[in-house]
């Protein structure tokens, strides 16, 4: 059964940056793009960009380009995503999700997701 | 990119039908059926319901029923049920400076 475990909740200052990480099992983690999705409290999805884990191509949101990387480690079936230059309106739940599977759009995986507090 | 536009909720009786409506452009809902709906109980991760404008994943309802008109795209919940309360979100892929949107989210309430 295909999942994705994320790492803990984060509390950071502002100016500071976050690492996320995502653990995929259940399936071969190179075959699908996976999806990062940021979620403020009390506020729709949005979109932050994917990384094909195999290759470790990405494509980033252009809200974000200038702050966001992310990265992977086939060998341990990970993803990560940095996120440098904190705001307090980073504050939010950070989920990773699998795309493609289906098609085009529509993730059918997704983490459990990674709490981010950023204040002083 | 703006978000898509979805009513803020919608409520209805148990066994009664509600439709969820999104509005979005020519360079998103308009230009591609690449339409997606994620129901999302409170704590929980969005999940998918409707992909590709009318599709089910596998063990979804098929209460849920997707459509779409011009740049409009529509989620109608047939038989509702108390655990559909919930919020929903619409997705579209796009030709926008990033390739995926989101709604703005709908508060599902059964009366």
Known sequence: QAQFVQSGPEVKKPGASVTVSCKASGYTFTTYLIHWVRQAPGQGPEWMGWIDPGRARTKYSQRFQDRVTFSSNTSASSVYLDLSSLKSEDTAVYYCARGGFFSVNGFDIWGQGTMVTVSS | ?111
């Open chain 2, 1 to 111: 990119q703006s978000a898509l536009t979805q009513p803020a909720s919608v409520s209805g009786s148990p066994g009664q039908s509600i439709t969820i409506s999104c509005t979005g452009t020519n360079s998103d809902i308009g230009a591609y059926d690449y339409v997606a709906w994620y129901q999302q109980h409170p704590g929980e991760a969005p999940k998918v319901i409707i992909y590709d404008v009318t599709k089910w994943p596998s063990g979804i309802s098929k209460r849920f029923s997707g459509s779409k008109s011009g740049n409009t795209a529509s989620l109608t919940i047939s038989g509702l049920q108390a655990e559909d309360e919930a919020d929903y979100y619409c997705s579209s892929y796009t030709s926008g400076k990033s390739p995926y949107v989101f709604g703005t989210g709908t508060r599902v309430i059964v009366l």
